[in-house]
Antibody, heavy 116, light 110 residues
């Protein structure tokens, strides 16, 4: 069965950095485009970023542009999100999701908490 | 990008049908047939229930159906069951090559 497992979430001070990972299994990772989606505590879903199969086509939400960097390592079946200049409003569960125009499989998420 | 507009809550009795609307603009919902819907139970990851406006993934009940008219997409749940109580989110691809979610709708089964 398709599995996506996120890791790397932590408690971080404002202005800090973090690298999130998403390990994929049971499907041909290199054939699928991927996304990061986040959800602040008690709030709705927010799309964060997209990467195509070979990492040459990348898009970001305006709220994270210039601070977040999405990347992937197809040899290691892994997706990454480098988060810099963290702000209080970046506090959220971060999900990786597989898909092109929709998100057909999701991980269980990793919690990023930004607090002094 | 502005979030798509969904009602905050919708309720219905078991066996009834309910419809959740999702209103956007010609730059997202109205411009593409790439509207999808997700069900999220408390503490769980979202689950895809409708993609490309009206298609159901394998394993999703026929009781879930989607449609679109102009800039508004809709999700209908027929034969409402207790297990359908959850949060529901729509999303659409946009003309900026990004995706935008709705604010979410809490469905309560009375």
């Amino acid at each position: 069965e398709v599995q996506l497992v996120e890791s790397g979430g932590a408690l971080v001070q404002p202005g800090g950095s973090l690298r999130l990972s998403c390990a994929a299994s049971a499907f041909t990772f290199s054939s699928y485009t991927m996304h990061w989606v986040r959800q602040a505590p008690g709030k709705g879903l927010e799309w964060v970023s997209y990467i195509n199969t070979i990492g040459t086509n990348i898009f970001y939400a305006d709220s994270v542009k210039g601070r977040f960097t999405i990347s992937r390592d197809n040899a290691k079946n892994s997706l990454f999100l480098q988060i810099n200049s963290l702000r209080d409003d970046d506090t959220a569960v971060y999900y990786c999701a597989r898909g092109l125009k929709s998100f057909d499989y999701w991980g269980q998420g990793t919690l990023v908490t930004v607090s002094a | 990008q502005s979030a798509l507009t969904q009602p905050g809550s919708v309720s219905g009795s078991p066996g009834q049908s309910i419809t959740i609307s999702c209103t956007g603009t010609s730059s997202d919902v109205g411009g593409y047939n790439f509207v999808s819907w997700y069900q999220q139970h408390p503490g769980r990851a979202p689950k895809l229930i409708i993609y490309d406006v009206s298609d159901r993934p394998s394993g999703i009940s026929y009781r879930f159906s989607g449609s679109k008219s102009g800039n508004t997409a809709s999700l209908t749940i027929s034969g409402l069951q207790a297990e359908d109580e959850a949060d529901y989110y729509c999303t659409s691809y946009t003309s900026s090559s990004t995706w935008v979610f709705g604010g979410g709708t809490k469905v309560t089964v009375l």
